[in-house]
């Protein structure tokens, strides 16, 4: 069964810092990974889509990175704001699973002005 | 939010009463979910369907039945509410096109079961 975890479970920074969120995953037999943003009481945003052959995706000041074969992904924030306050969910598609996520439990950060 | 609405958007009800949920999408997407949302859990998938009629089981069903009688509607009945199924409720679609690889979601259902 495909478990993913995410590390930190909460981040505070001060505006502007570079900053990295993780997420790992046991089985790295997946199709794709995606990072979302969710803001308290609202739904999911589609942030960035990593397929199972690439290495990294970039938006803006987002940079995603994928190592399938360590499990392990990364969602790199530029310059942080206090708009990028929020909750960060990474989520996977394992191979062979009629595209259902699997998600894990999501890192909260606050940047600070 | 690629077309995707849910309703009710809140729902307060009693245990041991029926509850259901829709989920609405206005662009022919084959495929939907519906996923349930906990401290502590996260996101996890109920049921979901990959086309009309063509449903499955998620990781936590129990309690939940689904019905996709036509394309643009999944809903999602709690046949006897529980409070163990007071929760957020997200509908997701799977995009097409370029989009054929990501989950959208619709803005979710808060529903208590007092």
């Known amino acids: 069964k495909q478990e993913v975890t995410q590390i930190p479970a909460a981040l505070s920074v001060p505006e502007g810092e570079n900053l990295v969120l993780n997420c790992s995953f046991t089985d790295s037999a997946i199709y794709n990974l995606q990072w979302f943003r969710q803001d308290p009481g609202k739904g999911l945003t589609s942030l960035l889509l990593?397929?199972?052959?690439?290495r990294e995706q970039t938006s803006g000041r987002l940079n995603a990175s994928l190592d399938k074969s360590s499990g392990r992904s990364t969602l790199y924030i530029a310059a942080s704001q206090p708009g990028d306050s929020a909750t960060y969910l990474c989520a996977v598609v394992s191979g062979g699973s009629n595209y259902k996520l699997t998600f894990g439990k999501g890192t909260l950060l606050t940047v600070n002005p | 939010d690629a077309g995707i609405t849910q309703s009710p958007r809140h729902k307060v009800t009693e245990t041991g009463t029926p509850v259901t949920l829709r989920c609405h999408q206005t662009?022919?997407?084959?495929?939907m979910y519906w996923y349930r949302q906990d401290p502590g859990h996260g996101l996890r998938l109920i049921h979901y369907?990959?086309?009309?009629?063509?449903?499955d089981k998620g990781e936590v069903s129990d309690g939940y039945s689904v019905s996709r009688s036509k394309t643009e509607d999944f809903l999602l009945t709690l046949e006897s509410a529980t409070s163990s199924q007071t929760s957020v409720y997200f509908c997701?679609?799977?995009?097409?096109?370029?989009?054929?690889?990501?989950?959208?979601f619709g803005p979710g259902t808060r529903l208590t079961v007092l």
């Open positions: 997701a679609i799977r995009g097409q096109a370029s989009s054929y690889n990501e989950q959208f």
């Open positions: 990593i397929q199972s052959s690439q």
């Open positions: 369907s990959y086309g009309v009629k063509d449903t």
């Open positions: 662009e022919n997407h084959r495929y």
